[in-house]
């Protein structure tokens, strides 16, 4: 019987590729070669972060959380989020964020879902709420698998009693811990090939007959 699940946020619930890319979109810039030094293993996630904020800093040197939170409130909900939230709750059924993308976005889908566990990737600031240059990994983004299991063991689920919901190769992980595994609008073939099912439709309701076949 399914009780948990658990999504991915960017390009899942939310109608942005990446919430880290709609901050750099927002200042005209792209992290693009770091991107690239990420994907080839060369820097970590802790790196990663650390050349996204100096590439915001060229642009906005004293760049507060509180302005991050302004620009990413522009980020829309997936069509279909909240209709698909509805059902679930009406179900009884545990949900949860857990995402590489950034946690003031993560925790206001949370609030507008209700979704009951939210975890993300953050900021260390100083006492006026300045971006120190040092991020909080809670999600390595491509360790995904190991943070759902810490979930699913402080919350008290079963890999048969989760569903998880992604779109690109690092929800993979996600998967594995699942019974349930579906790719929604599937950027990539990794994803797609490691689904139990694949949604393409830009609309969160269509993962429901998935969820609880009739």
Same mark, same amino acid.
């Given at each position: ?18 919430s ?10 792209t @992290? ?10 060369r *820097? ?38 909240r209709?698909?939230? @509805? ?22 889908? #949370? ?9 993300? @990737?953050?900021?260390? /600031? ?6 120190? #240059? ?8 491509? #360790?995904?698998?190991? /943070? ?21 190769? *690092? ?18 073939? /990794? ?24």
């Open positions: 019987m399914l009780r948990f699940v658990a999504f991915d946020m960017d390009g899942t619930l939310v109608d942005v590729d990446s880290w890319g709609a901050v750099h979109r927002h200042f005209g810039d @992290n693009a070669p770091a991107l690239d030094l990420f994907v080839q293993d *820097i970590d996630d802790e790196e990663f972060v650390r050349r996204d904020i100096r590439l915001w800093w060229k642009h906005h040197p004293d760049l507060t959380v509180q302005q991050l939170t302004e620009i990413l409130d522009t980020v829309p909900l997936m069509p279909g989020a209709a698909l939230f @509805n059902e679930l709750h009406r179900r009884r059924i545990m949900t949860a964020i857990i995402s590489g993308g950034i946690d003031v976005l993560a925790k206001r889908i #949370g609030r507008e879902l209700g979704i009951d566990y939210v975890l993300a @990737n953050g900021f260390r /600031v100083d006492a006026t709420g300045r971006l120190t #240059g040092e991020g909080i990994i809670r999600v390595p983004i491509k #360790g995904k698998e190991k /943070v759902l299991q810490q979930v699913q063991e402080q919350l008290g689920f079963s890999v048969e009693e989760t569903a998880s919901v992604g779109n690109s190769d *690092i929800d993979v992980g996600l998967f594995r811990r699942s019974r349930i595994g579906i790719a929604f609008q599937p950027a990539d073939g /990794v994803v797609r090939s490691r689904a139990t099912a694949v949604v393409t439709v830009r609309d969160m309701t269509h993962i429901l007959p998935h969820l609880f076949p009739e």
